[in-house]
C-alpha cells in the first residue's frame, strides 16, 4: 500500500509528475503495468482541478480586491503571454493543449497544462478532459520507453 501511495504522490509532483512515476514503479517497485499507469494517471489528474480554481481565486477573486502591485504583475505577465502566443494556440486550440501535456519533456505536462488553461481562459469544464487526454498520451509514451529500457538493460 505504501508503495502505491509514493507512486501517486510523485505522479503528484510537478517536475516528476508521470514521467518520474512510471518508471519508478516499474523499475523500482516491479508493479505491474496497468496498476503503476493507473496509479500515475491518477495521480497526476489530481493537483489539475486544484492549480486552475486555485490561480483563479488567487489571481481574479484575491489579488484583484487586495494587492494592487501584484495585480497589476499578473495582469502584465497574462497579457503579453497571451499576446506572443495566442495566434498559435487559436490556430491549434484543444489539439495544443493535448500536445502541450503529451510530451513528456520538461516544463510540459499536466501542471503546465493547468498553467496554460487558466492563463488563456480555457474553461474548467473543457480543459479538465483535454489535459485528461493529454496525461493517458504522455503515459503510453513513458510506459513505452520505459519498458523499451527496461527490456534493453535486462536482456
Known amino acids: 500500500m505504501i508503495e502505491e501511495l509514493i507512486i501517486l ?3 503528484a509532483m510537478p517536475f516528476s509528475e508521470l514521467r518520474g512515476a512510471i518508471p519508478i514503479a516499474l523499475a523500482v517497485y516491479d508493479m505491474p503495468l496497468g496498476l503503476a499507469f493507473v496509479l500515475a494517471v491518477i495521480g497526476n489528474m489530481i493537483p489539475v482541478f486544484f492549480i486552475i480554481k486555485g490561480l483563479d481565486l488567487l489571481i481574479n477573486k484575491f489579488l484583484v480586491h487586495k494587492v494592487y502591485a501584484l495585480n497589476r504583475f499578473f495582469g502584465w505577465l497574462f497579457e503579453r ?9 487559436d ?17 510540459t505536462g499536466a501542471w503546465t497544462g493547468a498553467i496554460a488553461s487558466f492563463v488563456f481562459g ?13 496525461v ?9 520507453v520505459t519498458l523499451g529500457t527496461i527490456n534493453l538493460f535486462f536482456l
Open 81 to 89: 503571454t497571451r499576446k506572443k502566443h495566442l495566434g498559435k494556440f
Open 9 to 11: 504522490l510523485i505522479s
Open 136 to 144: 493517458i498520451i504522455a503515459g503510453i509514451i513513458v510506459s513505452l
Open 91 to 107: 490556430r491549434w486550440r484543444d489539439l495544443a493543449l493535448i500536445i502541450l501535456v503529451a510530451i513528456p519533456l520538461p516544463f
Open 122 to 134: 480555457i474553461p474548467l469544464k473543457r480543459a479538465i478532459p483535454l489535459i485528461f487526454l493529454g
